[in-house]
């Protein structure tokens, strides 16, 4: 089934540290986002990206770093991981034909990070 | 600037109909949302209007009226299992802008 997966489900790590969360999808979407979501605050936008060459900020960006290495894969990094960032993060897909209904995104199952 | 407005939580019976309202004010709309999520689960599509009217796909309907800034998602015949988060977004553009959600509990 074409799928949007997410690596790892789930993470724990401490203050300071490097983090890589990883998206990879074989929906052949050439627009791919990522959001974190806290408790409370719905989903906010990080960055997203719509095609290989193509980055840009979200809204809430300080202290991400994203790399879109493929159509098919789009990284997420936390340069130096705060207790703040702790969230459930969700990486999505889209299309950006005509025909299709709206452009609805597509959802990865989400990466719970804990930092410490 | 951007705002999105949904109730926080809901009540409602098993087999009872619910509407869940969401208000908006974006500096641009290109089509409304709707998506169910599970606690700790993905988002999943429901629903999309971009003009005017109401969209029925089975038990559930959206409505949309842009000159009120207003839509609402309909559930009818609720079962156990629509026991969610329902999700308002607008498309500003290229970008969906969340509201917060409304939890929604469904009681036998």
């Not at chain 1, 890589?20 to 929906?27: G, I, R």
């Not at chain 1, 770093?65 to 702790?86: G, W």
């Not at chain 2, 098993?14 to 500096?27: F, K, L, R």
Request: charged share 20%.
């Amino acid at each position: 089934d074409a799928d949007v997966t997410q690596t790892p489900r789930n993470r724990i790590t401490k203050t300071g540290k490097r983090i890589m969360l990883e998206c990879s999808q074989t929906k052949g979407h050439d627009r791919m986002y990522w959001y974190r979501q806290d408790p409370g605050l719905g989903l906010q936008l990080i960055y997203y990206s719509f095609d290989v060459k193509d980055i840009n900020k979200g809204e809430i960006s300080d202290g991400y770093s994203v790399s879109r290495q493929a159509q098919a894969k789009f990284s997420l990094s936390l340069e130096s991981a705060i207790p703040n960032q702790t969230a459930l993060y969700f990486c999505a897909t889209s299309a950006s034909q005509a025909g299709t209904p709206g452009g609805e995104q597509f959802f990865g199952p989400g990466t719970r990070l804990t930092v410490l | 600037g951007q705002n999105i407005d949904q109730p926080t939580e809901m009540t409602a019976t098993e087999g009872a109909i619910v509407q869940i309202n969401c208000t908006y004010q974006t500096s641009g709309f290109n089509g409304l949302f709707w998506y169910q999520q599970h606690a700790g689960e993905a988002p999943t599509f429901l629903s999309y209007n971009v003009l005017d009217g109401l969209e029925e796909k089975g038990r559930f309907s959206s409505f949309l009226s842009r000159s009120k800034g207003y839509s609402y998602l309909l559930l009818k015949e609720l079962q156990m299992k629509d026991s969610a988060s329902y999700l308002c977004a607008v498309r500003d553009t290229d970008k969906l802008i969340f509201g917060t959600g409304t939890r929604l509990q469904v009681f036998p």
